[in-house]
């Protein structure tokens, strides 16, 4: 097997991409796959290559063959300058902000946000002086008008967290940088495959590995990818400060997961559509949350500007009581009740964004549910679905 050049490797299509980058069987005796390597202790061979540091690896915090390949993998996804991984999605989105932010900053945070990164920005930046301004995710343009002197950073997310709106990025980024303000996001929903963050100008994107990138959910893992040499420097300060690592078996079975991601996303796909249309025509359903659907809110900008969807996407039921959506939800049998998605597994789960959103109050006026399609077949889905809905009104 021939070794590829920069430019050679640059030339090829996405997919191929995927599938060779991050190993080199000449590397690894000639297994296709690069090889766990575990340590922390690095030793050197002598006094004057210790005090220089001179190793590639200088302790395990400093990362090792089998990290640097899933790094090299992202990074093709992600286009940017370079790419770090974090132990979890969660600290991959908290890591920009330490990084970025000082005391005396104010941020901008979008009301859709993730709740556990919510829940940072409200504990813990704060108590260092950073002040937090929640905005109504659709502002697009307008969000100019947030603007103070000190602020340092606009965090997006789009499609946002249960409620899925999509926002203008061209548009916030456009504003922020005429100001000098860096805009970060959360591409999770969309990965790079079909949203390239930084072709818009965003300059931190943020994936939780955990989802898609792993695809079997059993690891947990986040990266972060730099748009310039600039903030990649900045950020891998923080990152070596703060001694960022991820275990060596996770970041094989991430890269695994990376292999087949583009043939498990192009099943999903529309394997989820065609379940938001299924759902569309329920009695029981008042409105299916799903960018893709040309009924959406959120449609024209997802049609701009992406080039594909995920399986996760929500809905609004018709009025009813909790005790009802209860009766639906506890029998399902192929759908399990879990936080996270992306895996090759569907998942429901029931949430209710009004308890803490405060920038927005989004106008449901039945129960939430958030929906994640897997690979199992339809048919079996839609049959789980329907004795569902058949609970929920003898319930009701």
Known sequence: MKKLSKPEFARLREKTRLALAGRDPSDSYGFVNPPIVRGSTVVYPNTEDFLVRKARYSYGTAGSPTIDALLAAADTMEGGAGVLACSSGLL???????????????????DSVYHPMRNFCERMLPRYGVEVTYYDPLIGERIAELFKPNTRAVWTESPGSQ????????????????????????????????????KFGVDVSVQAGTKYYAGHSDVLI???????????????LSWDALGVIIAAEDAYLTLRGIR?????????????????????ARPEVARVIHPAL?????????????TGACSLFSIELQPVSMKAVAAMLDGLTLFGMGASWGGYESLVLPFDCTRYRTATKPDFKGPTIRLHIGLEDLEDLKEDLDAGFARLKAAS
């Open 294 to 306: 040309p009924g959406d809110a959120g449609h024209a900008i997802w049609k701009r500007d992406f």
């Open 260 to 280: 087949t991601m583009a043939v498990r996303l192009k099943e999903q796909m529309p394997a989820g559509l065609e379940m938001a249309n299924w759902l569309a």
């Open 92 to 110: 991959a989105c908290t890591l920009p902000t330490l990084a970025f932010l000082r005391a005396g900053d104010h941020f901008l945070v979008t």
């Open 163 to 198: 409620t899925l709106e999509v926002q203008d990025i061209p548009a916030i980024v456009a504003a922020a940088h005429a100001r000098d303000i860096m805009v970060m996001m959360d591409n999770t929903w969309a990965t790079p495959l079909f949203f390239d963050a930084h």
């Open 222 to 236: 986040g990266t972060v990818s730099a748009r310039t040499p600039e903030l990649y420097a900045q950020l891998k």
